[in-house]
């Protein structure tokens, strides 16, 4: 089965800074998606980036940032420029084929002004 | 805005009750998703329809069903309530392909 891991389960950073957050996954399919998912404490799920397997090119939105690494199956979240609006639970997620979109036990962010 | 409602946003009932939980999709998906989120816990598949069929289930337990309607909306029907069922319960929607956009989530709470 497939299986998501965040082994950071809190994270701080200083407002301006950069900070990485950290997933792996685990799978045996060539052709997946991964995702980043922003829980702010209204608990609303906003998609923040995606990145699919196929395309070797880091995906980048803005301040967002990943480094995808297909054979260590390692997706990380750079987030530059840190500001106090990004202070949320940060969830990694993938998803392949008919599997349903699985999620690691997500990492709190703190921004320290 | 992701464009997925969700109805309604806060619900407080007794153990043993029924309630029923509203999703209407993004403008044009076809797949509705539902997860349940219990506290500082990550989110759980509960069960995804396409165009009104069941697509997958995930640990969704037997005492809780959804349908998806003609219209596309769905809904999550959860019965014989205990308090463990406490929880956030998320809608999402999709094209079909693999983003999946969540609605704000109703806040389930059993008493």
């Known amino acids: 089965a497939q299986t998501v891991t965040q082994s950071q389960p809190e994270m701080s950073v200083q407002e301006a800074e950069t900070v990485t957050l950290s997933c792996t996954y685990d799978?045996?399919?060539?052709?997946?998606?991964l995702f980043w998912y922003k829980q702010p404490p209204s608990r609303q799920m906003i998609l923040v980036i995606r990145?699919?397997?196929?395309?070797?090119q880091n995906a980048t939105e803005n301040r967002f940032s990943v480094n995808f690494q297909k054979a260590a199956k390692s997706f990380s979240l750079k987030i530059s420029d840190s500001q106090l609006g990004d202070a949320a639970m940060y969830f990694c997620?993938?998803?392949?084929?008919?599997?349903?979109?699985?999620f690691g036990k997500g990492t709190r962010l703190s921004v320290i002004a | 805005d992701s464009g997925v409602t969700q109805t309604p946003k806060h619900l407080i009932t007794a153990t043993g009750q029924r309630v029923t939980l509203r999703c209407s999709p993004r403008?044009?998906?076809?797949?509705v998703y539902w997860y349940q989120q219990s506290l500082d816990q990550g989110l759980q598949f509960l069960i995804q329809?396409?165009?009104?069929?069941?697509?997958a289930k995930g640990n969704i337990l037997e005492r809780f069903s959804a349908q998806q309607f003609p219209d596309l909306h769905s809904e999550l029907n959860l019965s014989s309530l205990e308090l463990g069922d406490s929880a956030l319960y998320f809608c999402?929607?999709?094209?079909?392909?693999?983003?999946?956009?969540f609605g704000p989530g109703t806040r389930l709470t059993v008493t």
């Open positions: 999402a929607s999709g094209a079909g392909g693999y983003e999946q956009y």
């Open positions: 799978t045996s399919e060539s052709d997946y998606y």
């Open positions: 990145q699919e397997a196929y395309k070797q």
């Open positions: 997620a993938y998803i392949a084929g008919n599997t349903p979109l699985v």
């Open positions: 403008s044009g998906d076809l797949s």
């Open positions: 329809y396409y165009n009104g069929e069941e697509r």
